[in-house]
Nanobody, 115 residues
Framework: QVQLVESGGGSVQVGESLRLSCTAS????????VSWYRQSPGKQREYVAV???????NYADSVKGRFTIWRDNEKNTVYQQMNNLKPEATGVYSC?????????WGQGTQVTVSS
């Protein structure tokens, strides 16, 4: 059974930074497209960023220039550096590997940004 563990969330002030991690077991992240999603209070889950198996990356317009996603193949981990955080970044962040077998979701990690 695929296991995903997200970590790195916390409570920060506006303008501060956090680094999220998504570590996987029983799935090789380098062979997947791995996305980060955010579930904010009262809102639908929304896409944040993705790194595909070939290494290309894409970001939601709202985070371009402030968030960076990358993958460490040796650690089987995908990271997301989040800089200059804004209150709208508050929510539960989950990683989602996708391959031909489907999608996998972790439990998520809470990020709270206070002004």
């Amino acid at each position: 059974q695929v296991q995903l563990v997200e970590s790195g969330g916390g409570s920060v002030q506006v303008g501060e930074s956090l680094r999220l991690s998504c570590t996987a077991s029983r799935i090789v992240l380098s062979t997947n497209a791995v996305s980060w999603y955010r579930q904010s209070p009262g809102k639908q889950r929304e896409y944040v960023a993705v790194v595909v198996s070939g290494g290309a990356r894409n970001y939601a317009d709202s985070v371009k220039g402030r968030f960076t996603i990358w993958r460490d193949n040796e650690k089987n981990t995908v990271y997301q550096q989040m800089n200059n955080l804004k209150p709208e970044a508050t929510g539960v962040y989950s990683c989602k590997p996708t391959n031909r077998n489907g999608d996998y979701w972790g439990q998520g990690t809470q990020v709270t940004v206070s002004s």
